[in-house]
């Protein structure tokens, strides 16, 4: 079993910083995609931004959000910067893990963190 432990949320203001990280503990063998989604009152979940061999943003937060990943420490960080109140939402990190060699992908979610962006 895989377990992703969000941190770093929290309140800002409108242009203010905040730095996400999520880590893996477990069973793993290689993580392939990991991911941020968020999900804002009312709102759908939507992908924020993702790491999987290369990088993918959505439209609403390029430029100001940059997604990382050390493979070593099976963590993946959200820099965000330029904050907007539109950006306040719970944010979930996801894996697609291999827990060993030739074994099958499976899916993991963080248990979510709050960033809320208020003056």
């Known amino acids: 079993q895989v377990q992703l432990v969000e941190s770093g949320g929290g309140q800002v203001q409108p242009g203010g910083s905040l730095r996400l990280s999520c880590a893996a503990s477990?069973?793993?063998?290689?993580?392939?995609?990991m991911a941020w989604y968020r999900q804002g009152p009312g709102k759908q979940r939507e992908l924020v931004a993702e790491?999987?061999?290369?990088?993918n943003y959505a439209d609403s937060v390029k430029g100001r959000f940059t997604v990382s990943r050390d493979n070593a420490k099976n963590t993946l960080y959200l820099q965000m910067n330029s904050l907007k109140p539109e950006d306040t939402a719970v944010y979930y990190c996801?894996?697609?893990?291999?827990?060993?060699?030739?074994?099958?992908?499976?899916?993991?979610w963080g248990q979510g963190t709050q960033v809320t962006v208020s003056s």
């Open positions: 790491s999987a061999g290369t990088t």
């Open positions: 996801y894996f697609a893990v291999q827990s060993r060699s030739w074994g099958p992908w499976s899916a993991y």
């Open positions: 477990g069973n793993i063998f290689s993580i392939s995609t």
